[in-house]
């Protein structure tokens, strides 16, 4: 069974940073690329990074990148999303996500299983 369970959302700073946390099950994590999306009110789902099996190939969406790391530790197993420099336009709810295959993808449908998603509210 798929299992993928965010942590680390909240109530941040502008101008702040956060990390969030993805644990996934064994073979999901060793076998696909993950990814994070985010959601905010009224709008639609968006890509905002993504790493590959090996964790060797990273993507980002341009609206983070250079303040935005994802990585991944295969000893727990976890995938991590670093975001620096908050903006209230990073307010959402963050969710992870397991590829269908070991390479970066950026769109949704590539995505076969989904975690709960983790609320981020960026405070001025």
């Known amino acids: 069974q798929v299992q993928l369970v965010e942590s680390g959302g909240g109530v941040v700073q502008a101008g702040g940073s956060m990390r969030l946390s993805c644990v996934a099950d064994?073979?999901?994590?060793?076998?696909?690329?993950m990814g994070w999306f985010r959601q905010a009110p009224g709008k639609e789902r968006e890509f905002v990074a993504s790493?590959?099996?090996?964790?060797?190939?990273?993507s980002y969406a341009s609206s983070v990148r250079g303040r935005c790391t994802i990585s991944r530790d295969s000893a727990k197993p976890t995938i991590y999303l670093r975001l620096t420099s908050l903006g209230p336009e990073d307010s959402a709810v963050y969710y992870c996500a397991a590829a269908t295959v070991e390479d970066v993808q950026v769109e949704q449908s590539d995505y076969a299983h989904w975690g709960q998603g983790t609320r981020v509210t960026v405070s001025s």
């Open positions: 790493i590959s099996r090996s964790g060797l190939t990273t």
């Open positions: 064994e073979r999901t994590f060793s076998t696909y690329a």
